[in-house]
């Protein structure tokens, strides 16, 4: 929960420093409490299984207000995956700020599918960050952004539909799907930053420094830790 808690505050800072928001969006008990709901109501969310439409549902359900001003996004689309054509859907929740420019966070909130058939549910692995992004939306729907533009992804078909594993042809559906779509459309060139949560429900945890995040929005999330030292999830000497 620790670290949940500095996630949220992370990403708050984030949006803070590169929009001016104002303000502390959830906690970690706020986060805990959402993952269980939502694991309750599609505890199995592989593609294409009645578990992936109910966490379909929990989503739509939660962000109803967003939906009700143009301000949901449900971005469906079709992708040639190892067992077939696959229909997916992204997303994406928007909250219009008042500069020119968008902060995107984003999180896989389907499971595996080669492992449906053991039951995985996934709390950590997408399941604890949807609630997160799910909290988010909670906080900007009566705190908008002073600044940029807040956008919370919800992306389909992180996970490998295959059994070899998240090779490039067969994994992150959903943000390549929006990646060429924002690339054609110019919507890339409005995003400031585009953070993806996930893997983040370890009760410790140690993140290293890897080499494709862009510089300046690591040095910022390494510059926004806080003490205390144990709930600092990335390592001090990387």
């Keep these: 929960m620790n670290l949940l808690r500095t996630l949220a505050a992370a990403l708050a800072l984030t949006t803070t420093t590169l929009a001016s928001a104002q303000g502390h969006p959830v906690s970690g008990a706020k986060v805990m409490d959402l993952t ?4 309750a109501a599609a505890p199995h969310r592989a593609i294409g299984t009645p578990g992936h439409e109910a966490a379909e549902k929990f989503i739509r359900d939660h962000f109803a207000t967003e939906a009700s001003k143009g301000n949901l996004v449900v971005d469906k689309f079709t992708a040639h995956t190892p067992v077939g054509m696959q229909p997916m859907t992204n997303y994406i929740a928007k ?4 500069k020119d420019g968008v902060i995107v966070l984003a999180s896989h909130y389907e499971t595996n599918y080669p492992l449906q ?5 996934g709390a950590n692995d997408g399941a604890c960050t949807t609630a ?10 009566t705190h908008p952004p002073q600044g940029y533009s807040v956008w919370l992804v919800f992306d389909d078909g992180e996970e490998a539909v295959g059994k070899e594993g998240m090779v490039p042809s067969d994994s992150l559906y959903g943000v390549r799907h929006l990646a060429a779509k924002w690339s054609g459309d110019g919507t890339i060139g409005k995003i400031k930053a585009f953070v993806v949560a996930d893997m ?15 510089p300046g929005c690591w040095t910022c ?3 926004l830790q806080r003490p205390p030292a144990t709930a600092r999830p990335f390592s001090p000497t990387r």
Aim: aromatic content about 18%; overall charge positive; charged content about 25%.
């Design 221 to 223: 999330w390494r510059r």
């Design 95 to 98: 909250f219009p700020g008042k």
């Design 36 to 39: 269980k709901q939502y694991l």
């Design 132 to 141: 997160l992004l799910i909290a988010l939306g909670d906080y900007y729907r």
């Design 117 to 121: 058939s053991i039951g995985f549910v």
């Design 200 to 214: 983040l429900g370890w009760k410790s945890m140690n993140i290293d420094r890897e080499g494709n995040s862009t």
